[in-house]
């Protein structure tokens, strides 16, 4: 089946491991530190709903399914596969004409509203209608633009899940019953959950301690590497979607004086969390990093070390080793509240 990567909102300037070099110089020139022990925050931790997990097992399930092909109408969950047309204006921004685009109705590959009008559809059936997308749909080349799709029905199939018993999940998935996997499938969301909150969390915490601090300027050297690190960021994007840079930035609606914005606040960032290191002489020893290392390799994907050092250069590494050190200097440091709604 394809698939559309999507973005999940507007990109905010992260580290960047590739190219990015550990400064560990001394920005009191430019930064005194306010009060970074004693911030506040809030830990909001999202339940796991039903409908969650069994969209989550249905996706454990992907592997297994087969397809029957069926006459219409398209009903919810059928693989419907389409001839399709999208266009802002006259700029295409899919087309899907030559090999055609499988899309399952009820995941909204497009949205909402794309789904909703192949339902009670026929194999042979021609749809022309326009949808308005917000600013904070989920796939950016779509989001706040008036989208004209011409989609064509040529295929419905029913997708066909395999029979859940004991002896499936335990063949398959390694659990003794279907009851112990879904209990486990649900623990793996809530550690997502759990996981997402703490970002932001931190996130929250990190940006306390740069709007709490005296900043009167900064090295120019240091700008001219995180403004080409966050313009590095938005053109990997721009080759994932197969556009310019310039529409990148159209896209998320970014003009020039935003993204100098963006350029300051990643430098801004960088020498609050180093003044930070200096001030509480947090460091990264050799033996620190190559357990920091094996485990960001396990974390993402790398069959070792020697993988993921082929990716990302080693100064790189160690900067975001040693930001994350200081981040959880913060949270050790501050007053969270946890919240579950």
């Known amino acids: 089946m394809r698939k559309i990567y999507q973005l999940s909102g507007v990109i905010a300037a992260a580290v960047l491991l590739a190219g990015c070099g550990a400064d560990n110089g001394d920005y009191s020139k430019y930064v005194t530190l306010g009060d970074y022990k004693n911030l506040s925050a809030e830990l909001v931790v999202e339940k796991v709903t039903d409908e969650e997990v069994e969209n989550y097992e249905k996706e454990q399930l992907q592997d297994y399914v087969t397809y029957e092909e069926v006459e219409g109408p398209v009903k919810e969950d059928q693989l419907v596969t389409v001839s399709l047309l999208a266009k802002d204006g006259d700029e295409m921004v899919y087309d899907f004409t030559e090999d055609g685009y499988e899309l399952v109705i009820g995941q909204q590959d497009f949205g909402k509203e794309v789904d909703d009008a192949l339902v009670d559809g026929q194999i042979g059936d021609v749809l022309d209608f326009t949808v308005s997308y917000d600013d904070n749909f989920e796939d950016g080349s779509l989001c706040g633009r008036e989208i004209s799709y011409h989609i064509e029905i040529q295929k419905i199939s029913d997708v066909i899940y395999p029979e859940l018993t004991n002896e499936f999940v335990k063949e398959n998935f390694g659990e003794q019953s279907v009851e112990n996997w879904r209990e486990t499938l649900t623990e793996e969301l809530r550690s997502q959950h759990q996981a997402e909150a703490t970002e932001e969390m931190r996130s929250d915490l990190e940006q306390q301690a740069v709007d709490g601090a005296k900043i009167t300027g900064y090295p ?122």
């Open 220 to 341: 120019k050297e240091l700008y001219k590497q995180k403004r080409e690190a966050v313009q590095s960021d938005y053109q990997n994007y721009a080759d994932m979607f197969g556009c310019s840079l310039d529409e990148i930035y159209e896209t998320f609606e970014l003009d020039e004086k935003e993204r100098e914005q963006e350029y300051l606040d990643e430098t801004y960032r960088t020498m609050v969390l180093a003044m930070i290191r200096q001030q509480e002489n947090i460091t990264l020893s050799d033996e620190q990093y190559q357990e920091k290392l094996q485990e960001y390799a396990k974390d993402n994907d790398y069959n070792t070390v020697e993988e993921l050092l082929e990716d990302y250069d080693e100064d790189g590494l160690k900067e975001y080793f040693l930001n994350e050190m200081t981040l959880d200097f913060l949270e050790e440091h501050a007053d969270i509240t946890i919240t579950e709604k």
